[in-house]
């Protein structure tokens, strides 16, 4: 291998640079050259390339987003297109690829794989809900986001006596809701992944109230319904004034945490030690809190899964 293409695809998330500027640097420590792909599949099909050198990636590794861009390209689903981006990968000497982001983008890796381009793909995605891995690159950091908003809405819930509904992201994973919501003390945390009852919703935050609580955070993935429409359920039901807050994009953005920047070096060197040892379709992972490497195939078809131990203490401790 004297040449490796990297991009990042679907939806951007931080700690995305800092693997970038490991790709580049572990490669050309390993002698050799790496060429940015812009845009993710839609630019590969596009032709945008530009060659990453190491001053390319100074002064990335504490920004959010990717220097590459990213995007979601419905071009790249024809077959006819699959077949040209795979010969346009030949065309400018591309011997291996590494691709940061979600499932959807591993299944399209699994095109070049299947063309004879060996891939490596590094979980990237804010809300870890790629199959197969315990840790996405971004999700420490959204995460800590949530964190952050949820202290704040903490402060001013508590001088007004009221119930906040907060809305973060995760269409069908609540992995943020879990830990966010763990972490930030909330009384109810509703994820896709498990059917909530209102009702207990509302008996244990009148609960709470009796007791003299002066706030209440309920936190909600997006996943699960409307928030607005949860929060104007609550109020309805049990007469305590509510707040709905949706996060949204800020979620997705902001300096990765030391955390996402170390597991996206550790993931980006690994990469390129994959791609020089000749291997391909390969998912780098997170399990037991070590990096593995997992045949693609196999872990896209595992299943994503909330920890469930997680879940019950987050119970517990909202009693
Ligand atoms: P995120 O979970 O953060 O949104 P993602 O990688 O799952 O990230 P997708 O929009 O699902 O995001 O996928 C990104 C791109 O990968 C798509 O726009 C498409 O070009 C390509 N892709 C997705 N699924 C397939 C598939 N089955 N076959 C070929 N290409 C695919």
Redesign the pocket.
């Known amino acids: 291998v004297t040449r490796i293409g990297i991009l990042t695809?679907?939806?951007?998330?931080p700690g995305m640079n800092a693997c970038i500027r490991a790709v580049v640097r572990a490669s050309i420590y390993n002698g050799l050259k790496v060429t940015g792909i812009m845009r993710?599949?839609?630019g590969l099909l596009a032709g945008e390339f530009i060659p990453l050198d190491v001053g390319s990636v100074g002064d990335i590794i504490h920004r959010g987003g990717t220097i590459l861009r990213t995007?979601?390209?419905?071009?790249?689903?024809e077959k006819a297109n699959?077949d040209k981006a795979a010969t346009i990968l030949g065309q400018a000497g591309i011997e291996g690829l590494i691709v940061v982001?979600?499932?959807?983008?591993?299944?399209?890796?699994?095109?070049f794989i299947e063309r004879g381009i060996p891939v490596i793909c590094i979980p990237?995605?804010?809300?870890r809900?790629?199959p197969g891995t315990e840790y996405t690159i971004g999700f420490d950091t959204a995460v800590n986001t949530v964190l952050d908003a949820i202290n704040k809405i903490r402060d001013t819930a508590t001088s007004h006596d009221r119930t906040n509904v907060i809305e973060v992201m995760g269409r069908s994973s609540g992995h943020i809701a879990l830990q966010a919501g763990l972490a930030g003390g909330a009384e109810s945390i509703l994820v896709p992944e498990v059917p909530f009852d209102l009702d207990k919703v509302c008996l244990r935050l009148l609960r709470g109230h009796d007791r003299g609580k002066l706030h209440s955070i309920i936190l909600v993935a997006e996943g699960v319904g409307s928030a607005v429409k949860i929060g104007e359920n609550i109020e309805a039901r049990t007469g305590l004034e509510t707040r709905v807050t949706i996060l949204g994009h800020i979620q997705r953005g902001g300096s990765p945490t030391a955390l996402d920047r170390l597991w996206a070096s550790r993931m980006g060197a690994q990469a390129v030690a994959l791609l020089l040892q000749k291997k391909g379709a390969v998912m780098l992972a997170v399990e037991k809190g070590e990096l593995v490497e997992k045949d693609l195939v196999e872990a896209l078809q595992s299943k994503n899964e909330l920890d469930m131990g997680l879940y019950q203490l987050s119970g517990v401790l909202s009693i």
Do not use: K, L, P
Request: cysteine-free.
């Open positions: 695809s679907g939806g951007d998330a993710g599949y839609a995007a979601r390209s419905m071009e790249f689903m699959q982001g979600g499932d959807g983008s591993f299944r399209g890796a699994m095109t990237g995605t804010i809300d809900d790629i």
